[in-house]
């Protein structure tokens, strides 16, 4: 997918090929920056995930890896695992880890890669997408709000849980 906004920028959106280097060294080098930032915990990669995140990422046929590049360089990634809903007997996408660029923030990029998650899932027959939110990341909370996300409780007595979906509706009832 491609998509451009305004007219300076060329902005791609797409599924990361995990065998082509270039895909490779994006997502080790886009994760490597959302870890030193402090939502991401403040520290690098250690180094034996720099050199087989990759590779493991790609033993897992359940993963998928969304990249957005900006004028050809790396801004964005989104980590996509599907997983099961045993209570909707149903597959779902759980969005793992979403980075933008300290430069390339505010320009779209989280939308477009949570659109084409989204896609992924309903291609996939999802029945909803998840996401792990910190509770000091209120600028993230907000946006995944926008996007449709929200807490959940199962028993209002236990609380609430900081674990967020978005529910997709059944593709075979539309």
Request: proline share 5%; with cysteine; aromatic share 6%.
């Amino acid at each position: 997918m491609t998509r451009t906004r305004g007219s300076a920028a060329d902005i791609r959106v797409f599924e990361a090929d995990l065998d082509l280097p270039e895909h490779g060294q994006a997502i080790v080098d886009l994760l490597d920056q959302y870890a030193r930032d402090p939502m991401g915990g403040g520290t690098p990669l250690a180094e034996r995930t720099r050199a087989n995140l990759v590779g493991e990422l790609r033993r897992r046929d359940t993963a998928h890896v969304i990249l957005a590049l900006v004028d050809g360089k790396p801004a964005g990634l989104t980590n996509c695992f599907e997983g099961f809903s045993t209570f909707a007997c149903k597959p779902l996408l759980n969005i793992h880890d979403v980075v933008v660029a300290a430069p390339f923030r505010g320009c779209g990029i989280s939308t477009l890669m949570f659109e084409q998650a989204e896609a992924l899932a309903r291609r996939l027959g999802c029945c909803k997408m998840t996401l792990e939110v910190l509770e000091g990341n209120v600028r993230a909370q907000e946006a995944y709000r926008a996007r449709g996300f929200s807490g959940y409780e199962l028993d209002p007595t236990m609380g609430r849980a900081m674990f967020w979906e978005k529910k997709l509706p059944d593709a075979s009832a539309e």
